[in-house]
C-alpha cells in the first residue's frame, strides 16, 4: 500500500494518540490505516494511547502496543483533573509531574491521529493537546495531528486556539470549515482516505447480494426513532420491488442500533427480506460488506465515508450542526450523497427513487484528496521539533477547560 522507507533503528517509538478504545469504528479504522503506513516508514513500536487502557481493541500486531498506564497522555490528563480539583488550577510544575515517566522512553513524535474530539463538544480534550504539546517540548520532538474535525470550537479570549493550535509543528484539518479555527493552511481530508492509496480488500469484501445498508447511532442522534421507518409495509414493499432481499444494520460504535424489535424481523421476513447484524470488530477486521446495487443509510460520520468512496450511493442524516458539518466535510471529498435532516426524509420514497449504478463520489475530488493525504505522509517525515512558545497562554487555555 504504501512505498517502504524503513529505517535501521530498532528502538525508536512513534507515539499514536486519539479518540481510540470504544471501539469505534471510524476511530479505530483510522489507527489502522496509520499503523500501516507507519510499519513502512521506521523499524521501531507504535505506541497507542486512547481514552480506555488499554486502548487497542483488536490485534493489530505485536509491534503495535497500548500505552502503559504510566506512559498514557489521557491518563496523564485524568491526573491533572484530580489536582486541579484540589487546588483549583494547574502549574507548569503540575505539568511537568505527571509527564516525567515519558523521560525515559525512545518517542520520536506525537501523532494526534485523525478525527472530530478535539472541539467543545469535549473541551476538555482541549488540555490533552496542551498536555501532548508539553510532552514534546520535554522530549524534543515534534508534535502533529492530521485529519482532524475541529467544530464546533470553544470561544476563546484573543483567538487563543489558534495559539494552541499554531504551537505544533504540524495542524492539519479533514474539513476546510475546521481551517479558520486552526489557522492551517493544510486540509488534507480524513485520514481514512489513506485507505483507497491501495489495495481494496484491506477495507472490504465482496458481498453476494445487493443490501440496503442502516447505520443509525443513539448519540447526539435519535436512531431508534427512525430505524422503525424502515420496516413499514410501505417501505418493505418498496425494497422488495427494486430488488433488495438483505438488510445489513451496522453497529458502528457502542451507541448504534444493534438489535431489532423481533416484530421488525418477523415482518421484514413475511416479504422475503431478511436482517443480518454486522459489528464494529468485523468491520474492522473483514472490512465493510460490498457490493455495487447496494444503497446506505446513515447518521454515521465514517460509513458514509468509506461507502461514498467505495462508489455506492446512500443518504446521510443529521440531527444537530455537529453532524451536518462532518458529514459536508465528506461532501467535499467528492461524495454525491443527499445530506438531510432525519424529520426530512420520506423513507418508502427514497427506497423507490434509488437507481442502482448511478454515480455516488466525484473521483477527480477523491483523487485530489487521495494526493494531498499521501503529500502530507512525506512532509511528515521530514517535521522537526520547534522550540517552546506561548506556553503562558497554552497554560491558561488548560486550566480554562479543566474548570467548566
Known sequence: MFAKTKGENVDTERYLIGAIGGPNFGDEAILKIWTLYYRTQFEGRLICDGFRNPCLTFDLGSDVQSAPLHLSI?????????????????????IDLVLKPFEETNIESIHFVGGGYINAL??????????????????????????????PALQTEHNELRTLFG????????????????????CTGDDAILYFAGDESVYSFHYSQPFIGLSLQNHLFSGLSVIGGFFTDEALT??????????????AAPEDIHQLDRSFL???????????????????????????DSFVFTSRYHVHFFYAMMGI????????????????????????????????????????????????????????????????????????????ENQETILKIMNYVLGL
Open 167 to 186: 504551537s505544533l509543528e504540524k495542524i492539519d484539518t479533514r474539513e476546510p470549515y475546521s481551517e479558520e479555527v486552526s489557522g492551517s493552511p493544510t
Open 313 to 388: 450511493g446512500g443518504v446521510a442524516l443529521y440531527e444537530n450542526d455537529y453532524y451536518k458539518i462532518k458529514h459536508a466535510g465528506i461532501t467535499a471529498m467528492g461524495s454525491l450523497w443527499p445530506v438531510m435532516k432525519a424529520d426530512d426524509l420520506n423513507i418508502p420514497q427514497a427506497i423507490k427513487e434509488i437507481s442502482k449504478g448511478s454515480i455516488a463520489v466525484i473521483p477527480e475530488k477523491k483523487s485530489a484528496f487521495i494526493e494531498r493525504k499521501k503529500g502530507l505522509c512525506t512532509n511528515m517525515e521530514n517535521i522537526r521539533a520547534k522550540p517552546p
Open 238 to 251: 418498496a425494497m422488495k420491488k427494486a430488488g433488495f432481499g438483505k438488510i445489513l444494520i451496522f453497529e
Open 266 to 292: 418477523e415482518k421484514s421476513y413475511r416479504y422475503g427480506i431478511y436482517v443480518e447484524f454486522v459489528s464494529t470488530f468485523s468491520m474492522l477486521e473483514k472490512g465493510l460488506p460490498y457490493h455495487p
Open 74 to 94: 489521557w491518563q496523564a490528563l485524568t491526573d491533572l483533573k484530580t489536582i486541579y480539583s484540589n487546588k483549583g488550577s494547574i502549574t507548569f510544575e503540575d
Open 122 to 151: 469535549w473541551p476538555i480534550n482541549y488540555a490533552l493537546l496542551g498536555l501532548a504539546r508539553f510532552a514534546g517540548w520535554k522530549l524534543k520532538v515534534p508534535v502533529i495531528a492530521t485529519g482532524q474535525g475541529l467544530l
